[in-house]
């Protein structure tokens, strides 16, 4: 893990919270069903009401439309963490599913319900490209990245890939102070600074990923999608093709 391994971060600042931190040692929060379950124990339980499983099931299917996935096809999650956006995709495409995420309580949740799939403790800036998947994505990730970080994620996404590198639910850098107000609002000011005052969010632009598309020779597709009761153009997704695939 890069927090662990790196002496300029280890020790010096071994009290100061992170975001890293705080999903390495991220537990599973049992709710009454399994997917329920993957969706608190993913963060989804952060909102005044947990985020429904109809809500993650038409997301997922939405996208899986948009790629568009089959059922011969695989995918693979960066950031997966127990599986909450994929486990949609498993139940009705049986695709090859696979995943990396820093917890490895989620990712053991993730093994088990999705048995004959590939999930593995890692991290994302030093992704395993080697064996590769159709369709890479991320969901609900970048915004734990700073953007060097997330550029380079995006490169071993690519690398990662055979056809098409997706990533969904990405804070729009054009509602930065609505969100960070909702935010604030959603867990009480004391307690909100109190948490998160070493911890921010990174909030994009589109342009940031168009520039990386054109960079690397990739057709982009972008949409606006909010996880959760969002304003659904308070976050945005992209589909970046590989262009010889096309
Ligand atoms: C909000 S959760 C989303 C989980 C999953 N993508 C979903 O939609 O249900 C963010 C996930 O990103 C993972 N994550 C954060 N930084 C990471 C990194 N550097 N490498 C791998 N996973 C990371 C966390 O462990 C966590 O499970």
């Known amino acids: 893990m890069r927090l662990v391994d790196n002496p300029m971060t280890d020790g010096f600042h071994e009290d100061r ?27 989804f339980d952060s909102l005044p009401n947990l985020t429904s499983e109809l809500h993650f099931y038409r997301v997922a299917m939405q996208f899986a439309n948009t790629l568009p996935l089959n ?25 090859r599913v696979g995943g990396v995420d820093l917890s490895p309580e989620l990712v053991e949740l993730a093994n088990q319900t999705m048995r004959d799939g590939k999930f593995s403790v890692g991290d994302a800036i030093v992704l395993d ?21 997330t550029e380079q994620v995006l490169v071993n996404m690519v690398l990662k890939s055979n056809l098409t590198v997706s ?20 867990l009480g000011q004391d307690n909100y600074r109190e948490r ?12 940031f990923f168009r520039d990386f598309a054109e960079r690397n020779n990739l057709h982009i597709t972008e949409f606006n999608s909010s996880v959760g009761d969002l304003p659904e153009d308070y976050r945005f997704g992209v589909i970046m093709r590989k262009s010889d695939r096309i």
């Open 71 to 95: 059922k011969f096809e695989s995918i693979y999650e960066v950031g997966c963490g127990s599986g909450a956006f994929l486990y949609p995709l498993y139940c009705e495409y049986g695709c």
């Open 196 to 207: 998160y005052r070493s911890l921010k969010h990174t909030y994009y632009s589109k342009s």
């Open 17 to 43: 919270i992170t975001w890293e931190k705080i999903w390495i040692n991220r537990k599973v929060v049992p709710r009454k069903s399994r997917h329920e379950t993957m969706i608190a124990s993913d963060g």
């Open 129 to 149: 490209t080697k064996e590769r998947y159709d369709h890479v994505f991320a969901h609900s990730v970048l915004q734990y990245f700073v953007p060097s970080v």
């Open 167 to 186: 990533v969904l639910d990405i804070p729009n850098q054009l509602f930065l102070l609505e969100q960070e107000q909702l935010r604030e609002r959603r």
